[in-house]
């Protein structure tokens, strides 16, 4: 399988298990392209995390802040403020990174990640100029607003 279309797949099997299990509903996922334009633009709450080692790039997850809200909510079970959000987006973006680097690990790419990252903002321009790896999808979360986009750039050391 060509190195776009494992992250891909992987991503594309990860994305909706990590919302089932940690927000309790479906996300249905998008047609995705292994071979995504850069650089790509992102708005709203955006998670990033960096892979290194047989890896090396970024995995970004970008909530509108409506969608952003929404998730929040159901895993607080209630209102979610500013911190909250970021705390959500954080984690929701360590767990699909995980799940990436696991994959990749276990298809002999090993690799560690950094500590997550959160901004928030419009238009905000992501991309990696040594990236041979460009994959994105969109995701819709059932009963939410807007659509989860995650974008992975890499390139694979072989």
Known sequence: MPDGELVLSTINRYVPEVIA??????ANQGAGTADAAQPSHMSGVIGSIGLSGKVNGMVYTGFSTDLAKCVAEKILGGS?????????VAELTNMITGNLKS???DSGFNCSLSIPSVVKGDDIEV????ASISVRNEYTLEGCPDTLV???FAALEH
């Open 21 to 26: 299990t940690m927000v309790g509903i479906t």
């Open 80 to 88: 979610a403020g500013d911190q909250d959000v970021a705390d959500v």
């Open 103 to 105: 994959q990749l690990c």
């Open 127 to 130: 991309s990696a100029n040594s």
């Open 150 to 152: 995650v974008q992975v």
